[in-house]
């Protein structure tokens, strides 16, 4: 089993739409988490950064962690074709000073007109 | 934040080769590292590249393969020695950002590699 299970996709939805985009976990020792932004031929950017569990909201975006589920979410609202992206979660289980990411492979999002 | 940026963008090697690849950062960063991300599956750390010490390599990741130089605090390279096909992915290097509280990391654009 992966540390991280994140559902490929590719997820596709009208413009306008809400996006919930989801990642599973089985290390309990995850206290960050991340969600990551690709567009193709690019690297990744981050988008959202929470800390245990909770809800962090940015703009249409907003980022939940339930820790005792083991489960992350990311939802976009009013969904534009400029989110057209794959979509990353990424975990760590300390605080800075270089300690891995533990990312999930990804969901594929397509925001059609 | 931090700038990066990543030569080659890509390349398409024989297999038997070996590919140097270079990530330069427009500020001094302690911590730098090195990924793989291949069809479908998650980005897969390589290496930590340790400034003035050998790498510190990842299960599954061995120096002979991907030797690993960090002569400076913003410059880093990755080879992929005695290239095969499976070889075949795109190499990402990212830098974290001292001073925060959290592993924010900020990765170059990539380097595409296909190995024939």
């Known amino acids: 089993q992966k540390e991280v299970e994140q559902d490929p996709g590719p997820l596709s939805v009208p413009e306008g739409a809400i996006v919930s985009l989801n990642c599973t976990y089985s290390?309990?020792?995850?206290?960050?988490f991340m969600w990551y932004r690709q567009y193709s031929r690019k690297g990744p950017e981050l988008l959202m950064y929470?800390?245990?569990?909770g809800n962090k909201e940015d703009g249409r975006f907003t980022a939940q962690v339930d820790k005792s589920s083991k489960y992350i979410s990311l939802f976009i609202r009013d969904s534009q074709p400029s989110d057209s992206a794959t979509y990353l979660c990424?975990?760590?289980?300390?605080?800075?000073?270089?300690?891995?990411?533990?990312f999930g492979t990804g969901t594929q999002l397509k925001v059609e007109l | 934040s931090a700038v990066i940026s990543q030569k080659p963008s890509r390349d398409i090697c024989q297999r038997g080769t070996s590919l140097t690849i270079q990530c330069q950062v427009d500020?001094?960063?302690?911590?730098m590292f090195w990924y793989r991300q291949q069809p479908g599956q998650s980005l897969t750390l390589i290496a930590t590249?340790?400034?003035?010490?050998?790498?510190?390599?990842e299960s599954g990741f061995v120096i002979d393969k991907f030797p690993i130089s960090r002569p400076n605090l913003t410059f880093s390279t990755l080879t992929v020695s005695n290239m095969s096909p499976e070889d075949s992915s795109i190499y990402l290097c990212?830098?974290?950002?001292?001073?925060?509280?959290?592993?924010?990391?900020?990765f170059g654009p990539g380097t595409r590699l296909t190995v024939l």
């Open positions: 929470t800390y245990s569990s």
């Open positions: 500020s001094q960063v302690t911590m």
């Open positions: 990212s830098v974290e950002t001292g001073g925060r509280s959290y592993n924010e990391q900020f």
């Open positions: 290390n309990s020792a995850f206290q960050y």
């Open positions: 990424a975990m760590s289980g300390v605080t800075g000073g270089g300690n891995k990411l533990t």
């Open positions: 590249a340790n400034q003035g010490s050998e790498a510190t390599y």
